[in-house]
């Protein structure tokens, strides 16, 4: 299978622990992005990248939040010092996008984050 | 700002009867405008877009979409219902006049196909 790869698909922490999450996407796919999806919500945006550059980051991204996409290939999210509020699933997309997008983005299965 | 609202968080509609799942948006420029569907434990997939050109778009599964720009409405929609077309329906906006590249989702809508 060639699709949107998450890992792990679950993950359970303490309040205050570090936690990383792994994108993999479709491997021709030169855009990435990460959405965080609570119970009855919609995907919210949180970064995105083009190759291995971030390009953008929502200004509800904490400074708690941080990721990477070192070779343009797959991707990280490290959330320090979880607090409770950060229990959400954690989503992961990938697109193809020219100048004359955009693509649709294929998701990832997710990550679901549960901070206790 | 750009925005999605879907007004019904539920929609049921019996098997066979023609379905329709709303959605309007708010974009300061032209929209790009797409819709996605979520079975439970499962990723969202997508569905169909509009970009630009006829305002009926033709997607997966037997859906269409029709773009209204006056009413500023994308609503979904599929001639005669199946009981597997029970899943979460979410409609997503992008602003093709905005610099950034944000994704702007509903907050989506519970679709149940009665037998």
């Known amino acids: 299978d060639t699709g949107v790869s998450q890992d792990p698909r679950h993950k359970i922490t303490k309040r205050g622990q570090n936690v990383t999450f792994r994108c993999d996407p479709i491997?021709?796919?030169?855009?990435l992005y990460w959405y965080r999806q609570t119970l009855g919500q919609g995907p919210e945006f949180l970064t995105y990248?083009?190759?291995?550059?971030?390009?953008?980051k929502s200004r509800l991204l904490s400074d708690r939040f941080s990721a990477e996409r070192p070779k343009g290939s797959f991707s990280t999210l490290e959330i320090q010092r979880t607090e409770q509020g950060d229990s959400a699933m954690y989503l992961c997309?990938?697109?193809?996008?020219?100048?004359?997008?955009?693509?649709?983005?294929?998701f990832g299965p997710g990550t679901r984050l549960t901070v206790t | 700002a750009q925005s999605v609202a879907q007004p019904e968080d539920q929609v049921n509609v019996a098997e066979g009867n023609p379905l329709t799942v709303k959605c309007t948006y708010s974009v300061s420029g032209n929209p790009y405008l797409f819709w996605y569907v979520q079975y439970p434990n499962r990723g969202l997939q997508f569905l169909l877009k509009?970009?630009?050109?006829?305002?009926l778009v033709k997607g997966s599964y037997g859906f269409e979409a029709e773009f209204n720009k006056s009413q500023t409405s994308f609503h979904l929609k599929k001639p005669s219902a199946l009981v597997s077309d029970s899943a979460l329906y979410f409609c997503a906006v992008r602003d093709i006049s905005n610099t950034g590249n944000q994704f702007y989702f509903g907050t989506g809508t519970s679709l149940t196909v009665i037998p």
């Open positions: 491997s021709e796919h030169n855009r």
């Open positions: 509009y970009i630009t050109g006829d305002n």
């Open positions: 997309a990938s697109s193809f996008e020219l100048t004359s997008g955009p693509y649709e983005q294929y």
């Open positions: 990248f083009q190759n291995e550059a971030q390009l953008e």
